[in-house]
Nanobody
Framework: QVQLVESGGGLVQAGGSLRLSCASSGHTFSTGVRAWFRQALGKEREFVAA???????????YYADSVKGRFTISRDNVKNTVNLQMNALKPEDTAIYYCAARQLLSFSNRPSSYDYWGQGTQVTVSS
């Protein structure tokens, strides 16, 4: 059974940093897309960042415009983890952050395209 487990959420002041980690078990996910989404209270789940590998490129990344330049996604295929380093956090980054995995190699920013999800971790940024 595939499981994704997030960790690293918490409360931080605006301008601060947090590092989220997602560990997977039951599947290596050495290929396919690994992504982070978030869902703020009363809002739809939205794409944050993704990373994937292809035959021609070992590491591809893509970010939502709202986090570009502040967040960095990284992947460790040996440890089977994916991390999200979040810097210069803003109150509008407050949300539950979810780790997701997609078995197909093609990138997608739609939640419905992902096969597996973690339970989520709360990130709260105070002003």
């Amino acid at each position: 059974q595939v499981q994704l487990v997030e960790s690293g959420g918490g409360l931080v002041q605006a301008g601060g940093s947090l590092r989220l980690s997602c560990a997977s078990s039951g599947h290596t996910f050495s290929t396919g897309v690994r992504a982070w989404f978030r869902q703020a209270l009363g809002k739809e789940r939205e794409f944050v960042a993704a990373t994937w590998s292809t035959t021609w490129s070992a590491s591809n990344v893509y970010y939502a415009d709202s986090v570009k330049g502040r967040f960095t996604i990284s992947r460790d295929n040996v440890k089977n983890t994916v991390n999200l380093q979040m810097n210069a956090l803003k109150p509008e980054d407050t949300a539950i952050y979810y780790c997701a995995a997609r078995q197909l190699l093609s990138f997608s920013n739609r939640p419905s395209s992902y096969d597996y999800w973690g339970q989520g971790t709360q990130v709260t940024v105070s002003s």
